[in-house]
């Protein structure tokens, strides 16, 4: 059964870094991509960046200098790494996997980051 | 970056309507279009992939049409599950964007 877990603190201090992990299971990450996407409160959904099966990450221009998305393979971990962050940065932080037509078939749960002192 | 521009930004549905809704890109995506549906609280679900495939187990009063630049989505016979926000997606070139949304309401 395919199934995607984010993880991290729910608080982070303005300037800090967050650190998130997408732990999957029903799949391997040698085989599959894996996307990172927000969603502020009340807002739409954010595309940030994506791990490739064979290790190379994509990432959205504007978040480009603060993002590094890296992986586990052997452990089925994904990690966003995101410095600097501001208050606009609170937001629901999704991973999903890529299937066909580099669609997100399988998301997870959401992990809610607020960026607050 | 591609634009992905969604109408309306909200609308107000009785159940039984036939809803469409639709979305526009400031390019070519080559078909490469996804659709998808959330509810308060949830994660996306995957709805239609390439434009006009069904993901599995997605009832089939949902169809997707479109090609080049302009797509759709079409709700037939509305159910009372199927209030929700759905969102568009360029599936063709990074970045991959997402529309606005559009919510549906009932009336």
């Known amino acids: 059964q395919v199934q995607l877990k984010e993880s991290g603190p729910g608080l982070v201090q303005p300037s800090q870094t967050l650190s998130l992990t997408c732990t999957v299971a029903?799949?391997?990450?040698?085989?599959?991509?894996v996307h990172w996407v927000r969603q502020p409160p009340g807002k739409g959904l954010e595309w940030m960046g994506v791990?490739?099966?064979?290790?190379?990450?994509r990432y959205n221009s504007a978040l480009k200098s603060r993002l590094s998305i890296s992986k586990d393979t052997s452990k089925s971990q994904v990690f966003l790494k995101m410095n600097s962050l501001q208050t606009e940065d609170t937001a629901t932080y999704y991973c999903?996997?890529?299937?066909?037509?580099?669609?997100?078939?399988?998301w997870g749960q959401g992990v809610m980051v607020t960026v607050s002192s | 970056d591609i634009q992905m521009t969604q109408s309306p930004s909200s609308l107000s549905v009785s159940l039984g309507d036939n809803v469409t809704f639709t979305c526009e890109a400031s390019?070519?995506?080559?078909?490469?279009l996804a659709w998808y549906q959330q509810k308060l609280g949830k994660a996306p679900k995957l709805l239609i992939y390439?434009?006009?495939n069904l993901e599995d187990g997605v009832p089939t009063r949902f169809s997707g049409s479109g090609s080049w630049t302009n797509y759709s989505l079409t709700i037939s016979s509305l159910e009372p599950e199927d209030i929700a926000t759905y969102y568009c997606?360029?599936?063709?070139?990074?970045?991959?964007?997402f529309g606005a949304g559009t919510k549906l309401e009932l009336k």
């Open positions: 791990i490739w099966n064979t290790g190379g990450t």
């Open positions: 390439g434009a006009t």
């Open positions: 999903a996997r890529d299937s066909t037509y580099s669609s997100f078939d399988y």
């Open positions: 997606q360029n599936n063709h070139v990074y970045p991959y964007t």
């Open positions: 029903g799949f391997s990450l040698t085989s599959y991509n």
């Open positions: 390019e070519n995506i080559y078909g490469f």
